[in-house]
């Protein structure tokens, strides 16, 4: 199974990684960070296609020795399900993490984020969120270049908000403390793992 926890920066998905790399699943699970394949000066939508096919190919792999991946990267719920290489998965599970453009802005100028690309952060949080909701909710955004990845955006683009289909969890990190979320974020995935298992059983 693949469950991703995506949110834009700030959010918090590095603090929860931090966390739940060490916790003990009982399974066999990987934590893993989007960027780690390493990201190229420049990069761009067409890389982040392609690296999404890259990643969901890697969990298909590990689920063929039995393992989950739990992956933590800036990718939207219609780049997941658009892979080419998701049919190969048994399962797939998006957590998003969000928080308010203003609490985004404080967090990023802790982290010494330039001033001049916190709007451009508050502006793709805001669209990662209501594109979560609904995936007819500017999907050019996504969509608008063509790269080598193949994406099968025909896989969703004639569903409408409420459909089953189109499920992700949303935590608002806003008043929550980092271990809480972390708490929150693994509920939420021991309880997708263990539907998955209750399904495959």
Do not use: N, Y
């Not at 199974?1 to 066999?28: E, H, I, N, Y």
């Amino acid at each position: 199974m693949l469950l991703l926890v995506t949110g834009a920066s700030g959010a918090g998905k590095s603090t929860v990684l931090a966390k739940l790399t060490t916790v003990d699943w009982r399974q066999p699970v990987v934590c893993a960070e989007f960027d780690a394949i390493g990201v190229p000066e420049g990069a761009d939508t067409a890389w982040r296609h392609a690296s999404v096919e890259e990643w969901v190919s890697h969990a298909a792999d590990l689920q063929a020795q039995g393992v989950h991946l739990l992956l933590f990267g800036q990718v939207a719920l219609g780049e997941l399900l658009a892979a080419p290489s998701t049919e190969r998965i048994d399962g797939v599970a998006v957590c998003l993490l969000h928080c308010s453009p203003d609490v985004r802005s404080a967090r990023l100028r802790e982290r010494g984020e330039p001033e001049e690309t916190l709007v451009h952060h508050a502006r793709f949080g805001e669209w990662l969120l209501e594109h979560t909701r609904d995936p007819a909710h500017h999907p050019e955004v996504i969509r608008v270049v063509e790269t080598s990845a193949r994406m099968r955006w025909d896989r969703w683009e004639s569903w409408s908000a409420g459909d089953p289909r189109w499920d992700a969890r949303i935590i608002d990190t806003d008043d929550v403390s980092a271990v809480d979320a972390a708490d929150l974020v693994e509920a939420w995935a021991r309880a997708r793992l263990a539907r998955r298992c209750r399904t495959a059983g």
